[in-house]
């Protein structure tokens, strides 16, 4: 489990994201003509989701989290395996040994293997609430861009706001670029939760 998965998932994420809400007053009765008129006129703006997942407060006390419970995660399975790994050691060293009889050997064995089955599915169960975890924080991470954005385009007025991720646009005029603003926007709305500030102490 590598620690930028959710990184890596957050930018997929946002790379899909296309937001316009000023269209979404206009009435919906309007004629084509009128419609075609405001497309052609709309504001057009993108985000650099770099900079968000670098420097928007949030993304950076998730992370965090999503980092510390996939490394608890690693710790606890290797453990495990290297519990198993040594008592199925010492299990073929008795054997050689001639330390049981054939019927706890058997038992023994039965008992290493459903060891080795449990830890299988504590493997899938940890990755799967993980998974949850990681899901939940991208759409938290969504609706809070949605949300801000939603109110700043009140008096902005984009048609279009992008989400620039690598090359997904191909050319864009820096003039276009609404970055700065809408992370410092973010940063001052954000408003860390119990668990990032608990996060926190417990890193100093």
Same mark, same amino acid.
């Given at each position: 489990?590598?620690?930028?998965? &959710?990184?890596?998932?957050?930018?997929?994420?946002?790379?899909?994201?296309?937001?316009?809400?000023?269209?979404? #007053?206009?009435?919906?009765?309007?004629?084509?003509?009128?419609t075609?008129?405001?497309?052609?006129?709309?504001?057009?703006?993108?985000?650099?989701?770099?900079?968000?997942?670098? #420097?928007?407060?949030?993304?950076?006390?998730?992370? *965090?989290? *999503?980092? !510390?419970?996939?490394?608890?995660?690693?710790?606890?399975?290797a453990?495990?395996?290297?519990? *198993?790994?040594?008592?199925?050691?010492?299990? #073929?060293?008795?054997?050689?040994?001639?330390?049981?009889?054939?019927?706890?050997?058997?038992?023994?064995?039965?008992?290493?293997?459903?060891?080795?089955?449990?830890?299988?599915?504590?493997?899938?169960?940890?990755?799967?609430?993980? #998974?949850?975890?990681?899901?939940?924080y991208?759409?938290?991470?969504?609706?809070?861009?949605?949300?801000?954005?939603?109110?700043?385009?009140?008096? +902005?007025?984009?048609?279009?706001?992008?989400?620039?991720?690598?090359?997904?646009?191909?050319?864009?005029?820096?003039?276009?670029d609404?970055?700065?603003?809408?992370? &410092?926007?973010?940063? !001052? &709305?954000?408003?860390?939760? +119990?668990?990032t500030?608990a996060?926190?102490?417990? !890193?100093?």
């Amino acid at each position: 489990m590598k620690k930028n998965i &959710a990184r890596s998932l957050a930018i997929a994420a946002m790379a899909t994201m296309a937001l316009a809400s000023c269209n979404k #007053q206009q009435p919906q009765n309007d004629t084509t003509e009128k419609t075609s008129t405001a497309t052609t006129s709309a504001k057009i703006a993108y985000i650099e989701v770099d900079s968000i997942m670098s #420097q928007y407060q949030f993304c950076k006390d998730y992370s *965090l989290i *999503l980092q !510390k419970k996939g490394q608890n995660i690693q710790n606890t399975l290797a453990g495990k395996q290297q519990q *198993l790994q040594a008592a199925a050691a010492k299990f #073929q060293q008795d054997v050689q040994q001639n330390k049981y009889t054939q019927q706890q050997a058997e038992a023994i064995n039965a008992s290493l293997q459903k060891q080795s089955q449990d830890l299988q599915a504590l493997n899938q169960r940890l990755s799967s609430e993980f #998974q949850t975890e990681t899901d939940n924080y991208n759409k938290a991470l969504r609706d809070s861009l949605q949300h801000y954005l939603a109110v700043y385009n009140k008096d +902005k007025k984009y048609g279009l706001i992008l989400s620039k991720a690598g090359d997904n646009i191909l050319y864009a005029d820096k003039s276009y670029d609404i970055t700065k603003e809408v992370i &410092a926007g973010l940063n !001052k &709305a954000y408003k860390p939760s +119990k668990a990032t500030t608990a996060n926190k102490k417990e !890193k100093k």
